[in-house]
């Protein structure tokens, strides 16, 4: 069961990367890459910009769920509190992209679907709880701005 757990929390990044980068290299018309993958960079700074201020400053837990229980981690972590969840906003932010980038809307869901297996996870593993999920999640969000003229076409 560990072990399911470590690749789901871990392991499920990489065909969240492999897909994003698939589809923003395929499916994007050569005359908007310019355009969508400047959107896409702006997007992913300014998320994780704002993640890394505001877990600066908020850290609802000073522990991780695995060191307040005593136990080992089930999955990889930076030593730091773990608010927000950096694996939620990265896999996020690639969801996203893919989703404003391209419209595909199966290429998306699946990158959705696979985000919120990552969330879950890592709460259980121990090294997030559902606060610092919810927390990557809505702060990857906060890069939509980014893609408003994308909304429009």
């Not at 997007?43 to 522990?63: H, N, R």
């Not at 809505?138 to 890069?143: M, N, Q, R, T």
Request: net charge positive; charged share 15%; with cysteine.
């Amino acid at each position: 069961m560990e072990a399911i757990v470590k690749l789901v929390a871990d392991g499920l990044v990489i065909p969240v990367v492999l897909i994003g980068a698939y589809a923003l290299l395929c499916k994007v018309p050569n005359n908007k890459k310019y355009q969508t993958y400047a959107r896409v960079l702006m997007a992913g700074l300014t998320a994780y910009v704002i993640a890394k201020t505001v877990g600066t400053f908020y850290q609802p837990e000073s522990l991780r769920p695995f060191e307040l229980m005593g136990v080992e981690p089930g999955a990889a972590y930076l030593n730091n509190p773990g608010f927000p969840s950096d694996h939620a906003l990265f896999t996020m932010a690639i969801t996203l992209a893919v989703w404003f980038g391209t419209r595909d809307k199966l290429l998306a869901s699946v990158c959705l679907v696979l985000t919120l297996l990552v969330g879950i996870g890592r709460v259980l593993a121990l090294v997030h709880t559902p606060l610092d999920v919810a927390g990557g999640l809505l702060i990857a969000c906060i890069g939509i701005i980014w893609y408003k003229p994308l909304i429009k076409r």
